[in-house]
């Protein structure tokens, strides 16, 4: 394994990815509420750019006692990366497939351990 700098912690915007190449591979660093999470930039479906997606807060929905939706919002607590591709949606925090038939699949983007030291961002990939 080795670790490389990816920027300061203050050079982050919530949300947006840093892209990072490393040899020929790419890996997109997160922030959200100041955590950070970092995928390869490839899609476990058929190696898209998963991570030059959107981020999409989670649509939720509350139901009314005679179990029709009642209220349609979106979460500002739970977003999911949109693969550009074919759309499949993946947990910010986990990488894993949203949806039962891609939980189904078990379609995970490929996590990378992230570190801070010292405001700085890191990433260990082997
Ligand atoms: S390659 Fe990502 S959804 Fe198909």
Same mark, same amino acid.
């Given at each position: 394994m080795a670790t490389y700098k990816v920027a300061r912690i203050e050079e982050f915007e919530e949300l947006k $990815?840093?892209?990072?190449?490393?040899? $020929?591979?790419?890996? *997109?660093?997160y922030m959200h509420k100041n955590c950070f999470f970092a995928y390869l930039n490839e899609c476990p479906h058929q190696g +898209? $750019?998963?991570?030059?997606? *959107?981020?999409?807060?989670?649509?939720? %929905?509350e139901? *009314? #006692?005679n179990k029709t939706i009642a209220k349609k919002?979106? #979460? =500002?607590?739970?977003?999911?990366?949109?693969c550009p591709w074919h +759309?499949?949606?993946?947990?910010?925090?986990?990488?894993? *497939? /949203?949806?039962?038939? %891609? #939980?189904?699949?078990?379609? =995970?983007? /490929?996590?990378?351990?992230?570190s801070v030291e010292a405001g700085e961002v890191n990433i260990e990939v082997g």
């Open positions: $990815p840093k892209l990072v190449k490393i040899g $020929p591979k790419e890996v *997109a660093v +898209g $750019p998963a991570c030059e997606g *959107a981020v999409w807060g989670d649509l939720l %929905c139901l *009314a #006692s919002y979106t #979460s =500002t607590d739970t977003y999911n990366i949109i +759309g499949l949606e993946f947990d910010l925090q986990t990488g894993i *497939a /949203r949806g039962t038939i %891609c #939980s189904d699949m078990k379609l =995970t983007l /490929r996590k990378i351990n992230v």
